[in-house]
């Protein structure tokens, strides 16, 4: 049986299945993507813009195909999956946009006569493997900046996603790629392993758990390859000072329901002021409250089900070992199958396994802060170092935390503020690289000096 299926988790009904692929199979797309590859290189700057803007285009005229998909296959609502769609024609369109600036030469002052440049050359094959959360945004900002640079593309969904999968493949294709530009693979883990270790295959980008990135980096580093990783977050949202509680209440919400709770830079924990904290818990416990949970495709939803039966579960015995351990939970309510209710938990101590895990759901953790240094210190001991938010009416405050929070991104007094050239990506235990913006387009390229006397 094959283990790429669409499984709507809100009825828990199998939709679809996939088969997976043969190692014959597998051999082939190497292949192909190989050959793809000396064509693609040779293709001009301005050419491979061109086509990677037709990817951008046709994202858009097939928004409502691909979005539709998405709420099938892990259950994101419809309108937040109609925003990734868009989300992901920007992220395309802004490399296609800057194509000229990314492969340009960078002059060198030398120390002598002649010239000296770093010119961007491709390095070959790139592998991605990609998570179900985001199924048209994670392939958007590892396959863009790639292409444009004169990469070819394997991709390995996650088994969840096979049919966006497969129409993000059509999309790439139908944009004028060079046969094997872009080869979609039904993979199994061990296949995986295969494409990493080929020799054909200079590099590998993955999105997902620490288990994941960890085995991804471990064989990688075992054939001397390349290696991106964006992995998890428990990001803080400390609320220092506010003239508006209301809307920081409001941010907190956003920042935690975002993609049901399964946003890897989802605001986690909610590190709070002494003296605000007893009515921004009383605030954001109502608002998380009144998120109304329902079908996915429904104009109102707010929380569709979470991705899939097994993940429900997962989050339900985190949240009930909390409680075991001395957590209290504010709201919340029972799970309903793939169903999880907004909840918010007081009372974590640094002794209880939720401290240091990440809470994929929607689930916000609110601690009681005394003071800036108590608030940073608390937002530092974690594994993690995604994003961070800090809501202050001090600039000054402001700047002076974000330099001493560890994490690869701060949005100082917004949340949901990604954008196609701001960079993404995190430290610690939640990665190695950076996606998004131009930084993006230098994770897998061979800066090549070329001195000349």
Same mark, same amino acid.
């Given at each position: 049986m094959s283990e790429y299926a669409v499984v709507d988790p809100a009825t828990g009904q199998t939709v679809s299945t996939y088969e997976t692929a043969t190692d014959p199979e597998i051999q082939e797309a190497i292949a192909s993507a190989q050959d793809g590859y000396a064509a693609w290189r040779l293709t001009s700057v301005a050419d491979r813009a061109r086509v990677v803007r037709r990817i951008a285009e046709l994202h858009r005229e097939r928004r409502d195909e691909l979005a539709a998909v998405i709420v099938r296959e892990m259950g994101k609502p419809l309108a937040a999956a109609e925003g990734e769609v868009d989300f992901a024609a920007d992220i395309v369109e802004f490399y296609a946009d800057n194509a000229e600036r990314i492969t340009a030469d960078q002059p060198i002052d030398i120390l002598g006569s002649g010239t000296g440049v770093v010119r961007r050359a491709p390095l070959g094959v790139l592998l991605g493997i990609m998570p179900w959360n985001f199924p048209a945004y994670q392939v958007a900002r590892f396959a863009a900046p790639n292409l444009i640079?004169?990469?070819?593309?394997?991709?390995?969904?996650?088994?969840?996603?096979?049919?966006?999968?497969?129409?993000?493949?059509?999309?790439?294709?139908?944009?004028?790629?060079?046969?094997?530009?872009?080869?979609?693979?039904? !993979?199994?883990?061990?296949?995986? !392993?295969?494409?990493?270790?080929?020799?054909?295959v200079q590099g590998v980008s993955v999105t997902g758990s620490e288990r994941a990135g960890s085995a991804v980096a471990s064989l990688a580093g075992q054939h001397l390859k390349k290696v991106a990783l964006e992995l998890g977050g428990s990001d803080p949202f400390l609320v220092l000072s506010t003239d508006d509680l209301d809307q920081v209440v409001q941010s907190a919400v956003d920042a935690r329901l975002d993609n049901n709770g399964q946003a890897c830079n989802g605001a986690k924990r909610f590190l709070v002021i002494d003296e605000l904290h007893d009515a921004f818990v009383e605030k954001f416990a109502a608002a998380m409250g009144a998120a109304k949970l329902g079908d996915p495709m429904a104009e109102d939803t707010v929380l569709g089900p979470?991705?899939?039966?097994?993940?429900?579960?997962?989050?339900?015995?985190?949240?009930?070992?909390?409680?075991?351990?001395? !957590?209290?939970?504010?709201?919340?309510?029972?799970?309903?199958?793939?169903?999880?209710?907004?909840?918010?938990?007081?009372?974590?101590?640094?002794?209880?396994?939720?401290?240091?895990?990440?809470?994929?759901?929607?689930?916000?953790?609110?601690?009681?802060?005394?003071?800036?240094?108590e608030a940073v210190r608390i937002a530092n001991d974690t594994p993690f170092g995604l994003g961070s938010y800090v809501f202050t009416t001090d600039p000054e405050q402001a700047q002076r935390v974000a330099d001493q929070i560890d994490a690869g991104m701060v949005y100082v007094n917004c949340v949901l503020a990604d954008s196609a050239e701001l960079p993404?990506?995190?430290?610690?235990?939640?990665?190695?690289?950076?996606?998004?913006?131009?930084?993006?387009?230098?994770?897998?390229?061979?800066?090549?000096?070329?001195?000349? !006397?």
């Open positions: 640079n004169g990469n070819t593309i394997i991709l390995k969904h996650a088994p969840q996603c096979p049919e966006s999968a497969a129409i993000l493949e059509e999309i790439y294709s139908d944009a004028g790629l060079p046969a094997g530009g872009y080869v979609n693979v039904y !993979a199994t883990n061990e296949q995986a !392993a295969t494409i990493i270790a080929d020799p054909r979470l991705s899939s039966l097994a993940a429900a579960e997962r989050l339900e015995e985190q949240v009930d070992r909390a409680v075991a351990q001395g !957590a209290t939970v504010v709201v919340g309510g029972p799970r309903e199958g793939a169903f999880f209710p907004a909840t918010v938990l007081t009372g974590v101590t640094p002794e209880m396994d939720v401290y240091r895990e990440e809470l994929f759901g929607p689930v916000g953790v609110v601690y009681r802060v005394g003071d800036e240094d993404f990506g995190g430290v610690k235990r939640s990665g190695t690289s950076r996606e998004l913006g131009l930084l993006a387009a230098d994770e897998f390229v061979n800066k090549k000096l070329v001195r000349v !006397a």
